[in-house]
């Protein structure tokens, strides 16, 4: 078995890092809780750089560009809490079962992690305890303080996704991603989305909720929960007005649908 490293042993955080989790509006009213599983893309000290050039860590593969500023807008536009992640989803990925490979992973779209070649056990167990388990905890504990105070809940999972991938150019300005379980709101979501003729919404593209997603399916799943996981393309965050401007859409989908539901459920 490998040496665990310093870090595993004395704990991968130190006192100049930030905490891995925020919350947004904590006391909003909303009953949609806004989930940002890869906002941030931080790297705790005592990783140093991964080994990653901050050019190739401010790219798409170290987080999901302009949901911070998405996250935050929208949860003023609805009065809603804003649970988000700080750290780079290179150093442990919080929307990934943290006993995937792919949870730390050592190369992606093509670009080599060095850090994670090679992590022990007690390595990969450091990250998920500073990390990873903290920012699934929050979202668990808020989840139970609404639960008992009777307030319904719709998870609402923001992400966003590079314009071109593997060569190919996305032509979906968002996704709505969506599995069997309990996704009435997520499909009915979709179609009003699908009203804007002037947009091209993808049905669990550019990804699909099959089987990879871990927050979700966590959270909504065994309890029946309402949800839906929204990929918006980045270029269009990065404009000036992006995060403003998608807001403004989401607020109108998000509550247009939700009240569609509650006069006919």
């Known amino acids: 078995m490998a040496e ?12 100049n890092d930030p905490p891995p989790t925020r919350i947004y509006n904590a006391d909003g009213a909303s009953p ?46 609805l009065d809603a809490a804003f649970i988000s992640q700080t750290y780079s989803r290179l150093v442990i990925d919080c929307n990934r079962d943290p006993n995937r490979a792919d949870a730390c992973p050592e190369v992606s779209d093509g670009t080599p992690i060095p850090a994670n070649v090679g992590l022990s056990a007690a390595d990969r167990q450091a990250r998920v305890a500073a990390i990873h388990a903290p920012y699934q905890t929050a979202i668990t504990e808020v989840l139970a303080t609404r639960d008992m105070a009777g307030r319904a809940t719709v998870l609402v999972s923001l992400h966003s ?43 669990n593209e550019p990804y699909a909720m099959n089987g990879t997603d871990h927050t979700v399916p966590r959270h909504a799943f065994e309890d029946g929960r309402p949800y839906v996981e929204l990929e918006i393309r980045q270029d269009l965050l990065a404009a000036s007005d992006g995060p403003e401007a998608w807001s403004a859409r989401l607020d109108q989908w998000l509550t247009g649908t939700l009240n569609v539901l509650s006069r006919h459920p």
């Open 4 to 15: 665990s490293s310093v870090e595993a042993r004395a704990g991968l955080l130190g006192p």
């Open 161 to 203: 996704f590079t314009p071109r991938m593997n060569e190919f150019d996305r032509p979906w300005q968002a996704g709505v991603l969506h599995d069997g379980s309990n996704d009435a709101f997520a499909r009915l979501l979709l179609e009003v989305m699908q009203e804007d003729r002037a947009l091209t919404i993808g049905d």
């Open 32 to 77: 949609f809780l806004l989930l940002g599983d890869h906002a941030g893309n931080r790297v705790p000290n005592a990783l140093g750089d991964l080994g990653v050039s901050d050019a190739e860590r401010a790219r798409h593969i170290g987080w999901d560009i302009g949901i911070q500023a998405l996250g935050e807008a929208l949860a003023d536009r």
